[in-house]
């Protein structure tokens, strides 16, 4: 019988970690040496912790991992937390008995307050099914149509009707283009330089207010998910009201199904948005996915959380989950204590807290 065990990841276990995700995935996300080493040795939270299932000769035959994160409570309050990440068992040696020890090992870990994770269309049952998870919110999908020639290429290799899909999108995109620009002429937001140190700590310290209990940002954070990952970097675009700095917006590009996404993957800001703000910056937003040459601009959050609110309405189109390979429902299994500030419906939590992209 195999057992479960947790530990601490070291960079010498990394072969044996790509040997088990290699016996069932093939892609980067899961064989590449350097990205496991960025996600999950190079996080300024801490080191991963693997949900380890052995053999009786020792040899790992499946994995989770806990990877660290610190949980913001409020300015000055923080606990430990972890979200769950990267499960794979090799699968002659799935059985009822290690998936159920598996789990169970990433509810309560010894060392953290609340554990988050989400479920895909396998495991959705079986979390909801069999363990009863209750879950305390889901992520819901908006975005808008930038172009349409990267969809019908996805069906037809006629550079004709290709050609014809590109006539039909320039205009909607210089429509968005120029909306964004008068947007701008009433709202004086726009994307500008990188602040100061000491303002940029002043914005996350209002965040942490604004944006009730979440899973901690702070510059190092920032650095790590955006700018040092092999695979999934993104562009950061810091937001302006003349000259004072709101906070940021975390892109970035990726393919899907054949078409060219722009993803919001990340919003902090130090204070609520009007509404003619709020138009604006999904206006902004559309736009760099324009300039990028995107065939949509879209995003996953919480939006029954005040500051991610801003991201739903206008111009967006809300996107059911039908639409989605699967709904995002986020578990969270908090400590006695945390429960009341984190089993909560409208938490703080963005596509920046998932390893989705």
């Known amino acids: 019988m195999n057992k479960i065990r947790l530990e601490a990841l070291q960079a010498d276990g990394l072969d044996e970690q790509i040997a088990v995700g290699a016996a069932v995935y093939v892609t980067p996300e899961v064989t590449d040496r350097e990205h496991l080493r960025w996600k999950h040795l190079g996080n300024p939270g801490g080191v991963s912790t693997s949900i380890s299932a052995r053999n009786p000769q020792g040899e790992l035959v499946g994995r989770s991992f806990l990877q660290p994160r610190r949980v913001s409570l409020g300015v000055a309050d923080s606990c430990a937390g972890a979200t769950v990440t990267d499960l794979v068992v090799k699968p002659e040696e799935r059985n009822a008995a290690t998936m159920i020890s598996m789990t169970r090992a990433a509810r309560a870990p010894e060392g953290f307050d609340v554990v988050f994770h989400t479920s895909n269309e396998v495991s959705d049952i079986f979390y909801r099914k069999l363990f009863k998870f209750p879950v305390a919110f889901s992520l819901q999908a908006a975005g808008l149509p930038i172009g349409v020639a990267g969809a019908i290429g996805r069906f037809v290799s006629n550079r004709a009707l290709i050609a014809f899909g590109n006539f039909l999108a320039s205009p909607w995109r210089l429509l968005i283009r120029a909306a964004a620009d008068v947007g701008a002429w009433g709202t004086r937001l726009s994307f500008g330089p990188v602040p100061q140190e000491a303002e940029r700590a002043e914005i996350f310290r209002r965040f942490r207010s604004y944006a009730g209990p979440h899973l901690a940002r702070d510059d190092a ?137």
């Open 221 to 357: 954070f920032v650095d790590w998910r955006f700018s040092q990952g092999t695979l999934f970097r993104g562009d950061v675009r810091w937001l302006w009201k003349q000259h004072e700095c709101l906070g940021h917006l975390a892109f970035k590009q990726v393919d899907l199904a054949g078409l060219k996404i722009m993803v919001i993957m990340d919003s902090v800001l130090s204070r609520p948005l009007s509404g003619g703000e709020s138009a604006h910056l999904k206006l902004m937003a559309a736009r760099v996915a324009a300039d990028a040459g995107c065939d949509a601009v879209f995003t996953l959050a919480n939006m029954q959380n005040l500051a991610l609110k801003w991201m739903s309405g206008f111009p967006f189109i809300a996107i059911p989950d039908r639409h989605l390979p699967h709904p995002t429902p986020i578990f969270v299994h908090a400590a006695e204590g945390r429960r009341g500030a984190m089993e909560r419906p409208d938490l703080f939590f963005s596509l920046a807290d998932l390893d989705y992209f």
